[in-house]
């Protein structure tokens, strides 16, 4: 009997755990704070990095930054193929370089359903840190690039959609709405469960 207690306490603490790691949708907060920089790499910001890029990988992505996991916190983690680098994931990373512009479509985990043009510096030079504390130094040029600036303006609390040209901007209004209604409607369903309305309730 107690041996099943325990599987089932260990069972609801794995589901809970899988559950609160998921992808930040748009319009939560903590998309629009400026995140603080990682001051030192534990065993915590480690295992929250391996975490994000399962999540990334799971969810078909190229690129997730920690805020859209609800940490708001300077680190993000990239996968794009043909680059040259064995680093996945990048702490307090910044553009030193910026060279060129081009247009192209952009879509962003947190937006599902969501895509339009948005206007980038073709390629861009980048200095971050990895898992081992270890600076480095990344050219990068066209999907690389645009997928640096995407997830480093996530970190300063910016999104594609403010980038995004006023046609595509135009054309994606409808399904932001929708998001911004869902979003409310998750929130308000929250309340609902939440303890002191319970008690209320009673
Ligand atoms: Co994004």
Request: net charge negative.
């Amino acid at each position: 009997m107690n041996y099943e207690l325990n599987c089932l306490a260990f069972l609801a603490c794995c589901a809970y755990n899988y559950f609160i790691m998921e992808i930040v949708i748009y319009p939560a907060p903590v998309l629009r704070l400026k995140a603080k920089p990682v001051e030192e790499i534990d065993d915590t910001v480690s295992q929250r990095a391996e975490e994000m890029l399962e999540l990334m990988y799971e969810a078909k992505g190229v690129g997730l930054a920690a805020p859209q996991i609800g940490w708001s916190k300077r680190l993000i983690v990239k996968d794009v193929a043909g680059e040259k680098i064995d680093d996945k994931v990048f702490i307090n990373p910044v553009i030193i370089e910026e060279k060129g512009e081009v247009i192209e479509e952009e879509g962003c985990l947190s937006f599902p359903g969501v895509l339009g043009k948005v206007m980038r510096a073709e390629q861009v030079v980048v200095i971050a840190y990895n898992l081992k504390g270890e600076r480095l130094e990344f050219e990068a040029v066209g999907l690389d690039a645009r997928v640096w600036q995407h997830e480093i303006d996530h970190i300063d609390g910016r999104l594609f959609i403010d980038k995004m040209s006023p046609a595509s901007r135009l054309a994606v209004s409808g399904r932001l709405k929708e998001l911004e209604r869902e979003y409310q409607k998750r929130q308000s369903s929250y309340q609902i469960s939440a303890p002191s309305k319970l008690k209320a309730d009673v």
